[in-house]
Structure formats: structure tokens, C-alpha cells
């Protein structure tokens, strides 16, 4: 099992992006500068043929503003290692609590917790997903096409969601759907192109 963490400095724009994998920056570079919100967004999906995401997740969360801290994304990272038993090398075992309120001093939220533990949060059709609750907001992950619905079982007796399909361009995802989360492309380490169909300003119709 690995721990991806990813955060965007909100400093000064367009800031910083690092990738943290098991506790050690694997990437550091500063985001790309434009900017947009979108509503909604996919779990295990790219939105591009062959990108789908062939895998199994556990948990995820997510925090707004991010977590930038040391200690405060540490207090997370330690938490989900102890409950999936990954070997993390962040920090000696007695430096941090192992919490998911990441709070501390900053003005961090949980703003989007799924938790694959949870059964009360997920929905079935036989043995496939059609929903996966956040356990705080409102915000839930759906998939309404039979063909391309994630499944759920176990790994060393640690419940997962399976996103495995017979090729990553076949690979099940779920849409996020629900109350609208902020998602800025400054979160993206690099781009070199970004076509938005929800900018009507970047069309030109004839």
C-alpha cells in the first residue's frame, strides 16, 4: 500500500505543488498559471480515452484550503499508515498523533472524506458500486452505467475499492456528484495543454 499526498501552496499565486509518497517529496514545482473552478470531477477517471485509473483505494481526503504544514499533513499521513499498516518514513512513530482533523492552527477543512471501511457509506447493485458517500458534506461519488461500476472486497483484510477493468481504458470510475468542489489546474504539477469545454470563452463556432 502507498500514501499520495498532494498539496498547492496558496501562498502566492500560482504557488507551489508537491508530491509526497509515503511521507517522502517526490515532486516539487510550481503549478501552472491559469486558473478556473469546475463542479464536478471523477475518481479512477482522467477523462480521456485510455487514462482511467486500473487500481484499488482504500480511503481518500481531501482538505480546502490544503494542508501545507509539516505537522498537520503528517498527523493525516500517520493516521491512514497505522490503519493500512504501511511501512511510513515520514517521521519516528512518537513525533505525531495519527488524527484526520489536520486543523491545527491552520484554516484547513475536511471537506471530502471516502472511506471504502465504511459500509454505511456504500451503496450496491449485486457486487458493484453505484454510490460512495462522503462521511462529512454532502458530496458522493456515482456511477450510473452498469459497464463501468467499481467493486468492492478485501486486501490482508483491509477493505478496498476496486478500480480494475481489463485495460486502464476500460477501468471502472466513479463521478463526484453533490455539492460543487473547488478545483483549481494550479493543483497540476505540469500541463502542456488544457482544452476546457466550460470556458465558452476558449470556442470559436461557425
Known amino acids: 500500500w502507498n500514501i499520495t499526498v498532494a498539496t498547492q501552496s496558496a501562498d502566492a499565486y500560482p504557488g507551489i505543488s508537491s508530491i509526497y509518497l509515503n511521507g517522502v517529496l517526490e515532486q516539487h514545482s510550481t503549478a501552472i498559471s491559469s486558473s478556473n473552478t469546475l463542479a464536478y470531477g471523477s475518481i479512477g477517471g482522467s477523462g480521456s ?3 482511467n485509473f486500473a487500481g484499488n ?11 501545507t504544514s509539516w505537522r498537520n499533513r503528517t498527523k493525516v499521513e500517520r493516521y491512514l499508515a497505522d490503519k493500512y499498516n504501511i511501512n511510513y518514513t515520514g517521521f519516528q512513530p512518537d513525533q505525531i498523533t495519527a488524527s484526520i482533523d489536520a486543523t491545527g492552527n491552520s484554516d484547513s477543512k475536511l471537506v471530502l472524506w471516502l472511506d471504502a471501511s465504511d459500509p454505511s457509506t456504500i451503496t450496491l447493485s449485486g457486487s458493484d458500486i453505484t454510490n460512495w458517500s462522503s462521511k462529512v458534506g ?17 486486501i490482508d483484510g483491509k477493505k478496498m475499492i476496486f478500480f480494475s477493468g481489463s485495460s486502464d481504458s476500460t477501468a471502472p470510475y466513479l463521478e463526484i456528484t453533490g455539492a460543487a468542489v473547488a478545483w483549481d489546474p494550479t ?5 502542456s495543454l488544457w482544452l476546457d469545454a466550460d470556458d465558452a470563452s476558449s470556442i470559436v463556432l461557425n
Open 187 to 191: 493543483d497540476i504539477v505540469s500541463c
Open 57 to 67: 483505494i482504500g480511503e481518500i481526503v481531501m482538505y480546502d484550503p490544503p494542508v
Open 49 to 51: 480515452s485510455g487514462g
Open 138 to 154: 454532502s458530496i458522493s461519488a456515482t456511477q450510473t452505467s452498469a459497464s463501468y461500476r467499481p467493486t468492492t472486497g478485501s
